[in-house]
């Protein structure tokens, strides 16, 4: 019988972190808290901007979550949208569905975390995940950074909330440069996601 080749197995970058959200407007307050978070934990964050819209784009998210040693998966924003046909948004449960695949699978690989706005309506809408907790943070910037810090109390940097305040409100003034210097209006692109962890990393050093 012939032997099967099991798939290489893809390298996992230290304290990088997937970071799952929607990325709509009205969310950039909380997208740029959590962006700060992150960063306060050591983290490097990774997102799917930049990734096309074809076939391939399942199997390149997929791979880039197989790449992140840990994933943080907000899914506030599951509600129906204002055009025809009103359907719901399931991106975000999509996706971490398959981080908590991919984790049962390669349990020393990878860590998920799961957050929301509002307490008892994930685990309402994910039923499976009972006895996972989420983190609620109200849909506010201080609720995210908090929620994180629950979420990786564990960490050797226990970055306080105030001082995420500070660079958050830093890196929200430094935004209409960062957009001129990248040409654009949308922080949801590759390359302002880009340029706003490397900003957020260096207000983090710079902010006592």
Known sequence: MPRTE???????ESNACFLNIPYDKKFENLYLAYI??????GFVPRATLGFPRDARRLERIFHLLQRCEFSVHDISRIELDRKPP???????????????????????QHVWVGCDAVPHRPLKSLSDLNGTDFHIHEGTVAGVLRS???????????????????????????IPDLQQEAGTRDL??????????????????QQP
């Open 6 to 12: 099991r798939p290489p197995r893809r390298r996992v």
């Open 36 to 41: 700060v978070g992150l960063i306060a934990h």
């Open 86 to 108: 009103r359907a719901p948004r399931f991106n975000m449960p999509f996706e971490l569905g398959l981080a908590v695949g991919w984790t049962i699978l390669n349990p020393k």
């Open 148 to 174: 994180l810090c629950n979420a990786f109390v564990s960490r050797s940097q226990r970055p306080t909330v105030p001082r995420m305040m500070r660079v958050y409100r830093r890196l929200r003034r430094a």
């Open 188 to 205: 949801f692109e590759a390359r302002i996601f880009s340029d706003l962890v490397v900003a957020a990393h260096r207000l983090w050093e």
